[in-house]
């Protein structure tokens, strides 16, 4: 099996932990969190900004010294954009699950330099990308121009049958204004929740290149190279990404054997 798919742990609550150390690199964290109505969840923040995503659900949300109340209107990521929050480093948070809960951890160096806040869905810019077979449709949480010290994050919907990061690209090395050096993680739900993709992993010397079959709330780790995604006719895909590097700076570099693709 490859070390780049992981499952989510059926027998816990928490159903996927991420860190730089389980995944080799330096920057990103991610775990999602299933959470039964009226469980609470709270933790110190220490090094790490963190961007708490409502996947599903609502919960009642503290950071810091604010009380943010009940937040959430989904219940599931296909219906529309989210809640999120934002919590910098040196803080705490706590997430009262009002309903059912799957909450998403996203987690990146910090030093506190910004205030906790709310990031409502009428803050989310959204954007459709592609054509065709290739459509996807993009929801900015966390992009590099709102606050934040490291943390990218973003959802994406791709309808059923396309493929999506594609034409395939990169962002694994620290030359900018280029390319930036950002590792991702990607967190897979399908609409129903059956469905399949494929995700395939590769760099230019092919010293990396795996190709992965997904299922729903899989994780998918790219610590470099190209990262394209399918989606099986009949099912609709979301996943949520989360990125950061060096710098927070998104700029990527397409594989040139497909790059024809953007001016066709």
């Known amino acids: 099996m490859s070390k780049l798919l992981i499952h989510p742990d ?32 709270s933790a110190e923040t220490g090094g790490s900004e963190i961007c708490l995503v409502l996947v599903a659900g609502k919960a009642a949300i503290k950071a810091g010294d ?29 997430v009262t699950a009002e309903t059912p809960l799957e909450l998403a951890i996203c987690a990146a160096p910090g030093t506190g330099a910004h205030q906790a806040r709310v990031i409502g869905p009428d803050q989310v810019g959204q954007e459709t990308r592609g054509k065709g077979s290739n459509t996807r449709h993009v929801r900015n949480i966390l992009p590099e121009w709102e606050p934040a010290e490291s943390l990218l994050v973003v959802e994406v919907i791709t309808p059923s049958g396309n493929w999506s990061s594609y034409p395939p690209h990169k962002h694994d090395q620290d ?14 739900r399908f609409n129903p929740s059956q469905g399949y993709g494929v995700q395939r992993v590769y760099t230019d010397d092919r010293s990396l290149d795996e190709t992965m079959a997904f299922g729903d709330r899989d994780v998918v780790l790219v610590p470099k190279g190209y990262h394209p995604v399918g989606v099986a006719h009949g099912y609709d895909l979301y996943y949520l990404n989360v990125m950061a590097g060096p710098k927070r700076v998104w700029k990527f570099h397409n594989d040139p054997d497909h790059e024809w693709l953007m001016k066709a």
């Open 10 to 41: 059926k027998s816990s609550s928490k159903i996927h932990h991420v860190t730089p150390q389980t995944a080799g690199w330096s920057y990103v964290g991610f775990e999602v969190h299933q959470l039964a109505a009226g469980a609470t969840l």
């Open 66 to 94: 604010q009380d943010f109340g009940v937040l959430g209107e989904r219940n599931d990521p296909f219906e529309a954009a989210p809640w999120s929050v934002y919590v910098p480093a040196k803080s705490r948070y706590e």
């Open 175 to 188: 030359n900018l204004p280029a390319e930036s050096l950002l590792e991702e993680t990607y967190y897979h």
